[in-house]
C-alpha cells in the first residue's frame, strides 16, 4: 500500500489560501507522484471553519507553542480572535493523520497554520512553526517545509 502523506491543499492547487489565491508547487505534486506517495490535502483554516478568501491572520502574543498551551492567541488583521478556528483546523489535521496513518507532512512555510521554519506573531515573520504544524510535530508527524508558488 503507498504511503499516505499530508499536504497543505494550496500547494497542490486549491484556491484556499486567505486571499483565494492557490501556491500550486507543480515539483513537489511531481516528486510525491514519483514517490508513489497518496497526497492527502488538507487546509486547516478551512477545517476550522474559516472561510475563503478571509483576512489574513497571525499568531499573536507568542509562538504556536504558548496558543497551543492557551497562552497566546491567533487574530486576523481586524483585530477578530480566531484562535478557537485555528485550534480546530489544526486538531482537525492531526486526526486526518492518525486516522490514515500519515507520518509525514509538506506545509506551507511563513503559514501562521502551516509555517515550519517561519510563520508570522503579531504581523511580523518570525522563526518558529505555525499552529497546526506545532501541533502535529507534538505527535511525531515529520514536516518539510515547502514555499510554494502564488497563482
Ligand atoms: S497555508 Fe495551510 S492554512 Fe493556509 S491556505 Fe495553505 S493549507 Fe490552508
Given at each position: 500500500?503507498?504511503?499516505r502523506v499530508l499536504v497543505s ?31 492527502v490535502?488538507f ?50 489535521a492531526?486526526?486526518t493523520c492518525?486516522?490514515q496513518?500519515i507520518?509525514r507532512a509538506y506545509l ?28 502535529l510535530?507534538?505527535?511525531?508527524v ?10
Open positions: 500500500m503507498s504511503e491543499a494550496c500547494l497542490v492547487g486549491t484556491y484556499c489560501r486567505y486571499d483565494a489565491r492557490t501556491n500550486f508547487d507543480h515539483e513537489l505534486l511531481h516528486r510525491l507522484v514519483a514517490e508513489g506517495c497518496t497526497i490535502p487546509c486547516p483554516e478551512e477545517a476550522g471553519g474559516l472561510g475563503t478568501p478571509r483576512p489574513a491572520a497571525s499568531l499573536s502574543g507568542g509562538g504556536a507553542a504558548e496558543v497551543l498551551d492557551g497562552q497566546a492567541r491567533v487574530l486576523d488583521i481586524h483585530g477578530r480572535d480566531v484562535t478557537d478556528e485555528f485550534l480546530r483546523g489544526a486538531r482537525a492531526l486526526e492518525r486516522t496513518g507520518a506551507k512555510e511563513r503559514s501562521p497554520s502551516c509555517g515550519v521554519c517561519a510563520t508570522h506573531i503579531d504581523e511580523v515573520q518570525v522563526a518558529g512553526p505555525g499552529l497546526t504544524t506545532a501541533l510535530q507534538r505527535h511525531g515529520e514536516c518539510t517545509p515547502i514555499e510554494g508558488r502564488k497563482a
